[in-house]
């Protein structure tokens, strides 16, 4: 079975340009997650989705960021424009819907802001 | 609110030493544990996990039990091997709602011949 897919693996941008990255889910699962793990630190929560609806996004700096998963499969998530703070490993995992499912994680993809 | 402290690293040992990391968390409900591990150059994956008070979670010799009355979710095992290096992570989740998983900082753990 097929992983949690990633792209790109890196990135690097200079700060106030757009970064988007893509990620596709193990097939059938439901529920898809992002999550932005700074040097250091644990992985923390960007946003959840169910299907192609948003169950939590508290913690996603909406002035800069955004994601979609417009037919509740693949997913983007977006920075415009970018700080040299969101440097970070964006973390992609998802989960089949529903009890206390494991959550699978993707490779990530390394983001650098110059 | 939901939090995971872990013991700070980098942990160096020598191979077949024992291995212990600490965690302890905070949670409002009756969370499940989990522990993950990340390879270098790989996605997180799941090493063991425990769902309610005293289960022990175990996997390729490692094993962290489940302790309510000292909120801790200790990692342990027996013999290391140059392989286990890489950074642990320690992390909960709550049974109810959205089950999102909030992580420790990680140990960075490095195993030599």
């Known amino acids: 079975e097929a992983g949690v897919a990633q792209s790109p693996r890196y990135k690097i941008i200079e700060k106030r340009q757009s970064v988007a990255f893509w990620c596709n889910p193990i097939?059938?699962?439901?529920?898809l997650y992002w999550y932005q793990q700074i040097l250091g630190q644990g992985p923390k929560l960007l946003i959840q989705f169910q299907n192609n609806g948003v169950v939590d996004d508290s913690q996603l700096p909406k002035d800069r960021f955004s994601a979609e998963r417009l037919k509740g499969v693949d997913s983007t998530l977006k920075i415009q424009p970018a700080k040299l703070e969101d440097s970070a490993v964006y973390l992609c995992?998802?989960?089949?819907?529903?009890?206390?499912?494991?959550?699978?994680f993707g490779p990530g993809t390394r983001l650098t802001v110059l | 609110g939901d939090s995971v402290t872990q013991m700070e690293g980098p942990v160096t040992l020598s191979e077949e030493a024992f291995l212990t990391i600490n965690c302890t968390y905070t949670?409002?409900?009756?969370?499940?544990l989990f522990w993950y591990v990340q390879y270098p150059g790989e996605g997180l994956q799941l090493l063991l996990k425990?769902?309610?008070?005293?289960d022990k979670g175990s996997n390729k010799g490692f094993e962290a039990t489940y302790r309510k009355e000292t909120t801790s979710f200790h990692l342990e095992k027996g013999s290391v091997q140059v392989s286990d290096s890489a950074v642990y992570f320690c992390a909960l989740s709550e049974q109810t709602g959205a089950n999102n998983l909030f992580f420790g900082t990680g140990t960075r753990l490095t195993v030599i011949p």
């Open positions: 425990a769902t309610k008070a005293d």
């Open positions: 097939s059938g699962h439901a529920t």
């Open positions: 949670a409002t409900g009756y969370p499940s």
């Open positions: 995992a998802s989960r089949l819907a529903g009890g206390r499912n494991e959550q699978f």
